[in-house]
């Protein structure tokens, strides 16, 4: 399986500011995934991110909120913007594999927004 | 859209002993249902999968069963050890992406 990294592993930020956590796969995938781990909670896909498209948002996700960029097959970030406390999680990454239905995640950045 | 219920949301179990850990899916064309296992601190590791064209699949002490009638499909892990200890979450999909469920925390007791 592909070797996935993220950065930063874990930030601390104050309210009202923005975030950007970069995805960097070993490999070139077509499909890459953001998720959403609050804690103790299971993940939630926050959207897909299409290389040379518009990322394509799930229910209760905004571009404005979480603008995501997919500049080439190895790489993605996703920004957390104008964060409050309730943005406090884990993000991960994930990639879609050799079948494009299987997927392998990111180390995960691990957000505390105070 | 797709919506997975996994149950329970805790196991406790004597080393040794079986685990099973029940999921059931809503969207009859879903295809493709994989098991991640979750140690604390870690990222989810994808530990087996199965397709709908199979009933059953094993890999050493784990295996997951299909009921494509009853939407419903089980992780079975045997000879449990402490080193089994994590949250395990099933997911299940048509095309992408993944539908998760909300995790089982399995704990095995020495």
């Known amino acids: 399986s592909a070797v996935i990294s993220q950065k930063p592993s874990r930030d601390i930020c104050q309210r009202g500011t923005s975030l950007t956590i970069q995805c960097q796969v070993d490999?070139?995938?077509?499909?890459m995934f953001w998720y959403r781990q609050q804690p103790g909670q299971s993940l939630t896909l926050i959207a897909t991110a299409n290389q040379g498209s518009e990322a394509t948002y799930e229910s209760g996700f905004v571009i404005d909120k979480f603008p995501i960029s997919r500049p080439n097959l190895t790489f993605s970030t996703l920004t957390v913007s104008n964060m409050s406390p309730e943005d406090s999680s884990i993000y991960l990454c994930?990639?879609?594999?050799?079948?494009?239905?299987?997927?392998?995640f990111g180390p995960g950045t691990r957000l505390l927004v105070l | 859209g797709e919506n997975v219920e996994q149950h329970p949301s805790t196991l406790s179990v004597q080393e040794g002993d079986s685990a099973v850990i029940k999921c059931t899916y809503s969207?009859?064309?879903?295809?493709?249902f994989p098991w991640y296992k979750q140690e604390l601190g870690k990222r989810p590791q994808l530990i087996i999968d199965?397709?709908?064209?199979?009933g059953e699949k094993k890999d050493q002490r784990i295996a997951v069963t299909l009921n494509k009638t009853a939407k419903h499909f089980s992780l079975h892990i045997t000879e449990t050890q402490p080193e089994d200890s994590a949250v395990y979450f099933c997911a299940a999909s048509r095309n992408t992406p993944l539908v998760f469920g909300k995790g089982t925390r399995l704990s095995v007791i020495a």
């Open positions: 994930s990639v879609a594999g050799d079948s494009e239905e299987t997927q392998y």
């Open positions: 199965i397709r709908s064209n199979v």
């Open positions: 969207d009859s064309a879903s295809n493709y």
């Open positions: 490999s070139q995938v077509t499909m």
